[in-house]
C-alpha cells in the first residue's frame, strides 16, 4: 500500500523557513518522481515543485523559484521542500503526490497518484 506523511508545517513570519518533509511507502522510491502542490481555500491545488527520484532533476514553479528547494534522500524513502525567504501567498495546504509526471514544464499529478494528507503552512506577522 502507498502511503506518504507530511510534516513540518506551521506558522512561521514573513522572510522565515520552513522545512517539509514526504515520507513514501509502499513503491520503489528511486523509480518515480514526488511533487509538492499547494491548495488555498477557494482555488485549485496547484503544482509548485516536483523531483524524479532516479536522476533528481527538478522543476519549480516561477513563484517559488530561488526560494524553494525540492531535495529527495533515497536511503529515508522521504522528499523534502525547504522553503526560504517565505511570503504570505505561499500560505496554504502543502501535499505531497506520487507519482507525478515531472519535467521541465511542470508537476502533473495522476489519477491513478496518491496523495498525502497535508500540512499547513502559514505565514504570517
Known amino acids: 500500500e502507498v502511503q506518504l506523511v507530511e510534516s513540518g508545517g506551521g506558522l512561521v513570519q514573513p522572510g522565515g523557513s520552513l522545512r517539509l518533509s514526504c515520507a513514501a511507502s509502499g513503491f520503489t522510491f528511486d523509480k518515480f518522481a514526488i511533487g509538492w502542490f499547494r491548495r488555498v481555500p477557494g482555488k485549485e491545488r496547484t503544482a509548485i515543485s516536483c523531483?524524479?527520484?532516479?536522476?533528481?532533476?527538478?522543476y519549480y514553479t516561477d513563484s517559488v523559484k530561488g526560494r524553494f528547494t525540492t531535495t529527495s534522500d533515497s536511503a529515508k524513502n522521504t522528499v523534502f521542500l525547504q522553503m526560504n525567504n517565505l511570503k504570505p501567498e505561499d500560505t496554504g495546504v502543502y501535499f505531497c503526490a506520487a507519482p507525478v509526471d515531472c519535467s521541465t514544464s511542470g508537476a502533473y499529478a495522476l489519477v491513478s497518484g496518491h496523495w498525502g494528507q497535508g500540512t499547513q503552512v502559514t505565514v504570517s506577522l
Open positions: 523531483i524524479n527520484n532516479g536522476d533528481k532533476s527538478t
